[in-house]
T-cell receptor, first 115, second 115 residues
């Protein structure tokens, strides 16, 4: 069965500094990896995904993620954090076995960007 | 294009009652998935519908059910509500759901409180 781990419950970073939110995965087939962000009392907003190809994926709002197959990681990054980036971030994995469309999510990482 | 819409946004029910939540997917999307989000269990997959058929099901009791209509709109029903059913219920749609590159787009959720 596939699983995703987000080892940090919370990440604090100063505005203007680079940020990294960590994600590791465990799957038996090809991993299809996603990052979503959730603001308070809102649904999940899609940020970016890795399907195949270039290991560096660029997404919305200046975010990017690096896929590392040997380390089974898919860390989310941004070169310069904004206070408005403060939110809950989820990593998710999807494996195409038996068809269907199920995402398995990590536990989420609360990002706090301070002035 | 309009995003995924969910109604109602907020619901308060008492134990033993039943509830029906509604989801309208993005126009042209045929796959609808439902997730439950709670502080303790995080994001958990409930079920997925495609072309009016349940294609995947998560590990939830039979009190949780759903259906999809010919226009791809979906409803989920929870019968005999328990306190533990209090959660944010999220609906997500995607074009077909069986392609690796398909992305799930989430609605704002329905916040269910069971008293």
């Amino acid at each position: 069965a596939q699983s995703v781990a987000q080892p940090e419950d919370q990440v604090n970073v100063a505005e203007g500094n680079p940020l990294t939110v960590k994600c590791t995965y465990s799957v038996s087939g090809n991993p299809y990896l996603f990052w979503y962000v959730q603001y308070p009392n809102r649904g999940l907003q899609f940020l970016l995904k890795y399907i195949t190809g270039d290991n560096l994926v660029k997404g919305s709002y200046g975010f990017e993620a690096e896929f590392n197959k040997s380390q089974t990681s898919f860390h989310l990054k941004k070169p310069s954090a904004l206070v408005s980036d403060s939110a809950l971030y989820f990593c998710a994995v999807r494996v195409l076995t038996g068809g269907g469309n199920k995402l398995t999510f990590g536990t989420g990482t609360q990002l706090k960007v301070e002035l | 294009k309009a995003g995924v819409t969910q109604t109602p946004r907020y619901l308060i029910k008492t134990r033993g009652q039943q509830v029906t939540l509604s989801c309208s997917p993005i126009s042209g999307h045929r796959s609808v998935s439902w997730y439950q989000q709670t502080p303790g269990q995080g994001l958990q997959f409930l079920f997925e519908y495609f072309s009016e058929t349940q294609r995947n099901k998560g590990n939830f009791p039979g009190r949780f059910s759903g259906r999809q209509f010919s226009n791809s709109r979906s409803e989920m029903n929870v019968s005999t509500l328990e306190l533990g059913d209090s959660a944010l219920y999220l609906c997500a749609s995607s074009p077909a759901g069986w392609r690796a590159a398909d992305t799930q787009y989430f609605g704002p959720g329905t916040r269910l409180t069971v008293l």
